[in-house]
């Protein structure tokens, strides 16, 4: 019997990456097309052809079937998983009238909302002025109307990565309702487009015919045009299969199907995500996401840029170990897991508050690095990176398990540096908790693949699937004699940081004009 292939299609941010999984989960081949994260024309923007996310596809797809035929003609089905709040503006044709601009994107609009005077009083009144406008000057939706009002107007639909692509693949502007993510007028709550009178369409008043329609997760949103066989060798009529946001399959592919779990997510923004039946905020004025099992929730803290400060310290401090990883041909975070075999839980007092940008419950943050000795070395400057993003998830699930009310009892690691077995002992001892680690560090094109395999019927439940799919190779014990330490480093001194030193925070930015 012929053995049926998935297609999952994992786009992100520096590279994307077509998957073929097996039906037991198993990754039979893969293919990964890396490319620039972003261009800037101005400082703080970040943009992308959008162009470059579809070639990549066809260029890995056409790969993919050189050197494994009889698997990529075996495809049943494809999904498509990518970064977050990134948007396209394309015309009826699907044609981009613009390039992407995506989620590290820092620009800001004027506000739309909340301006005329009785309005503008009461919200001043109720505290809310400054956090409502914030929001609203990220849509990058905004952005563009203001600015760029001619592209706006020849604008007809206005897509995630996911929904460009998808679009592509089958002719049909559709997406899964679990990409919505972003500064979109979306109800996180209904999971559907907000209505007239909700404050999400007044905050990024788009025309509804501009967004795409929404597909639960799980369920066809079409099939393999005529056009994209031709470009990507797929075969026509394969079913497409809405799936979800990169974060979001990758929770479903760490094997998070029940409240008790977390997903802890090592990336290049590092995420701590739970599964709700309840619509919490974990922050507020921060929603859940839709998660990729349908009707479920996805409270999620996240860490901007979290663990691209491994790629910061490889950059700035550790051009011999990546020379000799290079040399060995393995990835340099293998060899820096000697900096964390040197040195002791705490980092002989250095410690980091990660805090690389603002957020909703941080609006003044920036990073410290607190605790420097004559003692200290490169190896307890990376140590105390890695411990300060440890803590930092910690106090993100602290803030999850605050509004749910439930208690984790183990975590899901994945993402790069789940790959380095020390930083998953030091999570597992900074949270007290066992770290789970799958077969797969795909995580996120697993959970694509078993959304797929539902759709296509080989599963009656999204927990059957998972059940079958992913599959467990190893689990990281917390050490009692190390959580003692971290509790304590934790609760007496990382806790108390941010207070400390949020009005120095202001005061730097005053004197220096940094970050404006």
């Given at each position: 019997m012929e053995q049926k292939t998935i297609l999952a299609v994992d786009c992100g941010t520096q590279s994307l990456r077509t998957i073929l999984f097996s039906q037991k989960g198993e990754v039979l081949a893969r293919i990964q097309i890396e490319y620039e994260p972003y261009f800037c024309k101005h400082p703080g923007w970040a943009e992308q052809d959008p162009e470059l996310y579809w070639n990549s596809l066809i260029k890995a797809c056409h790969k993919l079937k050189q050197l494994n035929s009889k698997l990529f003609e075996s495809i049943a089905g494809v999904g498509v998983t990518t970064q977050r709040a990134s948007m396209v503006n394309v015309d009826?044709?699907?044609?981009?009238?613009?390039?992407?601009?995506?989620?590290?994107?820092?620009?800001?609009?004027?506000?739309?909302?909340?301006?005329?005077?009785p309005l503008n009083i009461g919200l001043n009144i109720l505290g809310l002025k400054k956090k409502i406008d914030g929001i609203q000057s990220q849509g990058k939706c905004n952005w563009i109307m203001q600015n760029q009002p001619e592209i706006w107007e020849k604008t007809h639909k206005y897509l995630q990565i996911s929904g460009f692509l998808n679009h592509r693949l089958t002719g049909n502007f559709a997406d899964s309702v679990a990409s919505q993510i972003g500064h979109i007028p979306f109800c996180y709550k209904k999971h559907l487009w907000a209505k007239k009178h909700q404050l999400a369409r007044k905050l990024f008043p788009i025309e509804k015919d501009k967004l795409p329609i929404l597909v639960p997760p799980g369920e066809i949103l079409g099939r393999i045009s005529t056009t994209a066989s031709q470009q990507s060798g797929i075969k026509k009529g394969i079913p497409v299969i809405a799936c979800g946001s990169d974060k979001g399959c990758e929770t479903l592919g760490a094997g998070?199907?029940?409240?008790?779990?977390?997903?802890?997510?090592?990336?290049?923004?590092?995420?701590?995500?739970?599964?709700s039946e309840k619509y919490v905020e974990p922050i507020k004025y921060l929603p859940a996401y839709p998660a990729s099992v349908p009707g479920f929730y996805n409270p999620e803290v996240e860490i901007f840029r979290g663990f691209w400060m491994i790629t910061w310290f490889k950059k700035e401090f550790a051009h011999k170990e990546v020379?000799?990883?290079?040399?060995?041909?393995?990835?340099?975070?293998?060899?820096?897991?000697?900096?964390?075999?040197?040195?002791?839980?705490?980092?002989?007092?250095?410690?980091?508050?990660?805090?690389?940008?603002?957020?909703?419950?941080?609006?003044?943050?920036?990073?410290?690095?607190?605790?420097?000795?004559?003692?200290?070395?490169?190896?307890?400057?990376?140590?105390?990176?890695?411990?300060?993003?440890?803590?930092?998830?910690?106090?993100?699930?602290?803030?999850?398990?605050?509004?749910?009310?439930?208690?984790?009892?183990?975590?899901?690691?994945?993402g790069g540096a789940s790959q380095s077995d020390e930083i998953c002992r030091i999570t597992a001892d900074i949270f007290?908790?066992?770290?789970?680690?799958?077969?797969?560090?795909?995580?996120?094109?697993?959970?694509?693949?078993?959304?797929?395999?539902?759709?296509?019927?080989?599963?009656?439940?999204?927990?059957?699937?998972?059940?079958?799919?992913?599959?467990?190779?190893?689990?990281?014990?917390?050490?009692q004699k190390h959580v003692q330490i971290y509790k304590a480093l934790y609760s007496r001194v990382y806790a108390k940081m941010y207070g400390a030193l949020e009005p120095l925070y202001s005061q730097i930015r005053d004197i220096t004009g940094y970050p404006k």
């Open positions: 009826e044709k699907g044609v981009p009238l613009r390039p992407a601009i995506i989620w590290l994107d820092q620009r800001r609009s004027k506000p739309v909302w909340g301006q005329k005077v998070v199907v029940n409240s008790e779990m977390a997903s802890l997510s090592f990336g290049t923004t590092a995420t701590v995500q739970t599964l020379s000799l990883a290079k040399k060995k041909g393995i990835p340099a975070e293998e060899v820096l897991n000697q900096c964390l075999e040197r040195t002791q839980p705490g980092a002989m007092g250095l410690i980091v508050q990660p805090y690389w940008g603002p957020g909703l419950d941080h609006p003044d943050a920036k990073g410290a690095m607190i605790g420097f000795g004559d003692v200290h070395t490169k190896d307890h400057v990376y140590r105390a990176v890695i411990e300060g993003l440890g803590f930092a998830l910690w106090e993100g699930l602290e803030k999850i398990q605050g509004k749910t009310r439930i208690k984790i009892e183990k975590a899901a690691v994945s007290n908790l066992p770290m789970v680690k799958g077969q797969t560090h795909e995580t996120s094109g697993l959970g694509a693949a078993i959304l797929v395999a539902r759709g296509l019927g080989w599963f009656s439940s999204i927990d059957e699937a998972v059940g079958n799919m992913v599959h467990m190779k190893k689990i990281f014990e917390p050490n």
